[in-house]
């Protein structure tokens, strides 16, 4: 198989220009998805995101939990409409630019999210991306068991993902690139050739300097 060069996009404040976590908390219980202590716990979650002291792991286990009996169908058609709504108008103009780039350029394309595939998929759809790697749940008979495959789209486990992805479809990692804003993905910058910090945190942005990293700033 001849190699190809990856572009991984990480998707909330990167792809997207905010957190989708708040947007669908207040979407979903508004259409009767979630109950008041769902909401109050995920709005606890993004707090402690945004100080970036979040166990992001333990919150998706814990928020994959929370979902235990949907129906896989209904909840993948009721998020279809929530991205058209409320996040395909914060896709960054600046990531659609690069990816732009990078698909002059015959690169593949990769959404690679914390977020599950019934927010990332719609996302890279719209993009026209290649490839979407993310948290995804375990689903018998139609329905979520409260479980997510492991691991985690998250922190080494993207790393693991994007190994894998990396195997089956011929992909240098090592002339790859990956766009994130968020500390947690520093195993899978330290993985690529080509690592892109893009509106990081304060954090993110001290290991950057330290490393050279490439910052951009998107809108």
Known sequence: MPTRIGAFFDMDRTVVRMNTGPLYLAYAFRHGWLRKRHVA??????LLYKLTVLDTEAAVRKASA???GAEEGELAAF???WVAEQVVPEISRSARRVLELHRRRGDALVLLTASSPYAAEPVARHLGMDHVLCTRP????GRLTGKAVEPPCIGAGKVTWAERLAAEQGIDLSQSSFYTDSIQDVPMLMRVGHPVIVNPDFRLRRIARKNGWRSERWQ
């Open 138 to 141: 375990v689903v018998e008979n």
């Open 66 to 68: 929370t979902m235990a």
């Open 79 to 81: 998020c279809e409409r």
């Open 41 to 46: 716990l995920g709005a606890w979650w993004t």
